[in-house]
């Protein structure tokens, strides 16, 4: 079905948490995603403004089950999730 990786970040702008969502097919995508955005910095460009800070508060992968099929993008859906059928897309 896939791997649901969820951000929580911090955007001085913002009040409150901001949530992101990002679907991958695989797990081991979903992990190094995770661990990218988790050690590389991440700037809110503002016009007029300085460059801020966004920090990652929490961050998870998780496995998709099958009542969420509406989280996989649509031209995903239709093939088979087998490791014959499975090419990294």
């Known amino acids: 079905m896939g791997w649901l990786l969820t951000l929580l970040l911090a955007v001085p702008q913002v009040d409150g948490a901001v949530q992101v969502e990002m679907w991958f097919s695989r797990e081991s995508y979903c992990t190094f995603a995770q661990a990218k955005f988790t050690e590389q910095p991440m700037y809110n460009l503002t016009e007029g403004a300085r460059r801020t800070a966004v920090t990652v508060t929490d961050s998870s992968c ?28």
């Open 62 to 89: 998780r496995e998709l089950g099958p009542e969420e099929a509406n989280r996989v993008p649509s031209h995903m859906r239709a093939r088979k999730s087998t490791p014959e059928a499975d090419t990294g897309f």
